[in-house]
């Protein structure tokens, strides 16, 4: 059985103390550094599939590595980030101070309670976990360029844990998560790992392998 990879998006222009969400930012030059990165480390694995989050800052993430592999990547919708409504742009002082009741409610029941116009967690998990199904079918390896929110719905459902519990997981912008999807559901195999650790990863599982 081969592995998914999930890369989280390199580093966002005007993301900082922002609601970011489904907001379309491009990376920054820093981001665009990870994300040449990210080709160097693993553009020449033997990927068998690639995709991406329709949000510009996952497929300028994805695109040097896909040039160097010379594949297309097929843009999910599951893998975008949690779509934050009313909120996104704000800042998150402003977020409270001018959505008091809803912030409080989001913050008494992160999984179920959405921002106005927004998605839950639950939601959000809904829809990933479909674009993880997708992913396990085949064909692997693959990696998959997406969002914070979305890794970490995935890690509740891989490590069962509750969605109240998400933000216990920092994935790291440029970094990566690695499952190994089998009969009794997906294994977490790498957590924040850098493109290099992938390598050896990738290179360790396919001497398993043989």
């Not at 949000?55 to 599951?78: I, K, M, Y």
Request: net charge neutral; proline share 8%; glycine share 12%.
């Amino acid at each position: 059985m081969g592995l998914i990879v999930l890369v989280r998006h390199g580093l966002t222009e005007g993301a900082a103390g922002r609601a970011v969400g489904r907001l379309d930012l491009p990376l920054s030059e820093a981001g665009r550094a990870q994300a040449a990165d990210l080709a160097a480390g693993l553009g020449d694995a033997a990927w068998a599939a690639l995709y991406a989050s329709p949000l510009a800052r996952a497929r300028e993430t994805l695109a040097p590595l896909a040039r160097r592999a010379g594949l297309r990547p097929a843009l999910l919708n599951g893998l975008a980030e949690i779509s934050l409504g009313a909120w996104e742009g704000l800042a998150w002082t402003d977020i409270r101070a001018r959505f008091p009741a809803q912030y409080a409610a989001r913050g008494r029941d992160l999984a179920h309670c959405p921002p106005p116009g927004g998605e839950s967690f639950a939601d959000l998990a809904g829809r990933a976990n479909a674009a993880l199904d997708a992913l396990a079918a085949g064909p692997l390896p693959a990696l998959a360029a997406t969002h914070a929110g979305v890794i970490r719905v995935l890690l509740a459902r891989v490590l069962d844990l509750p969605l109240s519990g998400v933000f216990r997981f920092a994935p790291g912008e440029g970094l990566c998560t690695v499952l190994e999807p089998g009969p009794a559901g997906p294994r977490l195999a790498g957590f924040n790992l850098t493109p290099n650790q992938v390598a050896e990863v990738l290179a360790g599982h396919e001497e398993e392998a043989v």
